[in-house]
């Protein structure tokens, strides 16, 4: 899921980003409400995590901004206004969910999820493509064999990749493509990135024997196809 953080406060914002590229997430982190709004026109995100008073342009600016391009983005507004009147602003703005700071991460993650759960077409809480799932709770992948369901351990990275590849199963997906979707704004990997992330998840599959599931379609990129049940 990539989620767009507004959070000018260095040391916070920082711990945010990596609790939410823990949990498998791709976070593009802006630190005013004006490079927030040049993100949110250039990618599609699924949540948005807004800091209320912000350089710039505001976070209940932005949400407004936002809201008036009809666009339905689940927001959670940060921010250390705590009356009941602050949160009917933030709310009435267009926010989704409030959370006052201080705060802990355990809080901040646990809101995210409802969010999630009250819109489900962001995520469902688990992904089944033929005889794969992904596990959005735990943040496990698992393959189903006759014996049953076996967990296999992915790093954030090879979860990401299969997440997409299912989300795209028999669909031919470029390198662009994977780029754009999980590599954060500004990121500048190296130019071989994704064919080497892309063998390290295949290695990783063919000790199950599923490596064969993803095709290298040469000149056009690759193609993910899952199959019923594996022997």
Partial sequence: MRILLVEDEPDLGAAIKQSLNNNNHVVDWALDGFDAWDYFKLKEYHLGIFDWLLPGLSGIELI???????????????????????????????ADDYLVKPFD???????????????????????????LSLDYGTNTFWLQEESGEIQVLLTKKEFQLLEY???????????????????????????????????????????????????????????????????
């Fill in 105 to 131: 991460m355990p809080e901040l993650l646990a809101r995210l999820r409802a969010l999630q759960r009250r819109t489900p077409q962001i995520q469902p809480q688990r992904l089944q493509v033929g005889n």
């Fill in 64 to 94: 407004k901004k936002i809201r008036q391009q009809q666009k339905s983005l689940p927001i959670l507004m940060l921010t250390a206004k705590d009356s009941m009147d602050d949160k009917i602003v933030g709310l009435d703005a267009g």
């Fill in 165 to 231: 590849f299912m989300q795209h199963s028999n669909q031919i997906v470029t390198s662009e493509q994977l780029l754009e979707r999980l590599w954060e704004f500004g990121a500048e990997p190296p130019s071989n990135v994704v064919a080497a992330q892309i063998c390290l998840l295949r290695r990783k599959l063919a000790k199950y024997g599923c490596d064969e599931m993803l095709e290298t379609v040469y000149g056009l990129g690759y193609r993910f196809q899952p199959v019923s049940s594996v022997k």
